[in-house]
């Protein structure tokens, strides 16, 4: 006898029907629309930046100016110049593909960690579960960017060890959740008839109840992706994130600090407005998913 199938889940059309519901739409999912916009609008930047750079249309964000004497925002420079003689405007520009770069990188590594492991605590239970909280709880009760400072004093500066320190604070939230939507589903009628068969656990963990607890994961994703982008901010303000080399907007925050008491206002104002901005639109995405995604879970 075959085991019954679990109901076929279609996450493309259920993400579909959240952003562009029929008949008469709700403020949150407004806000929800507009942050989608706004995370599309940066990865479009983040994208098309390099192509822009390689035609002559944007400047090299590491190339010197010919008379590096910082200039106010103007025609010839939209963001205006640094004191070193670089064009805000690129170094703005590529500073979101160096953020969306780090952040999907950390953020899909602790789906990768945290996910496998929610799956094996909560369908194992016992000893298992219970060493997987007590590590999971350490991790939690340390602050995210206090947490990512320590890695990233022993991992290095980096693209890759950026993201290393970054993923580490987000995969107990993966666990808990994917732990706890397990422990709910493994007691679904066609996850019994699987284990009375003796169908394997992995088996089981793939088939069954991957499908069936993965749809909290993309909510999670966006707003730890949000809190990521600010994360690196610090990390890079601090002098811990990406190479100098790499245009950074936290790095380009540390060197416009400096410059602010001389009058030199735009170094901040751009780099700092753009992380904002991307921080705001993937936490606009991520809680109006949350608010239409909550109401269904509860039918």
Do not use: C
């Not at 940066?42 to 035609?55: D, N, S, Y």
């Not at 380009?252 to 104002?269: K, M, V």
């Amino acid at each position: 006898m075959t085991p019954i199938e679990p109901p076929a889940l279609t996450p493309i059309a259920r993400l579909q029907s959240i952003l562009w519901p029929r008949g008469r739409v709700s403020v949150s999912r407004r806000l929800m629309q507009i942050g989608a916009l706004m995370t599309l609008a940066f990865v479009a930047i983040a994208l098309f930046a390099p192509l822009l750079a390689q035609v002559g249309i944007l400047q090299d964000p590491n190339e010197l100016l010919s008379n590096p004497i910082h200039e106010s925002p103007s025609g010839a420079h939209w963001f205006g110049t640094t004191r070193q003689g670089y064009d805000v405007f690129s170094r703005t520009l590529f500073g979101a593909r160096a953020a969306l770069q780090v952040v999907i990188l950390a953020t899909l590594m602790s789906v990768a960690i945290g996910v496998p492991l929610g799956l094996l605590g909560g369908y194992l239970g016992g000893w298992v579960d219970r060493i997987l909280l007590f590590v999971m709880d350490a991790i939690y009760t340390l602050p995210g960017l206090l947490l990512s400072i320590t890695l990233a004093f022993v991992v290095g500066r980096g693209l890759f060890n950026a993201a290393i320190a970054l993923s580490i604070a987000y995969v107990p939230q993966y666990y808990r959740v994917v732990r706890n939507q397990t422990v709910s589903v493994k007691t679904e009628l066609f996850v019994e008839a699987a284990q009375a068969m003796g169908a394997p656990t992995g088996w089981i963990l793939r088939k069954y109840l991957f499908g069936n607890v993965i749809q909290s994961v993309p909510v999670l994703f966006a707003l730890n992706a949000a809190d990521a982008i600010l994360i690196l901010g610090g990390l890079g303000f601090l002098g811990l994130g990406l190479p100098e080399s790499v245009p950074e907007w936290g790095s380009d925050l540390r060197q416009a600090l400096e410059a602010l008491p001389t009058g030199i206002w735009w170094t901040a104002l751009f780099p700092g407005g753009a992380m904002t901005l991307m921080a705001t639109g993937l936490s606009l995405f991520g809680e109006g998913v949350t608010e239409s995604v909550e109401p269904q879970r509860g039918r």
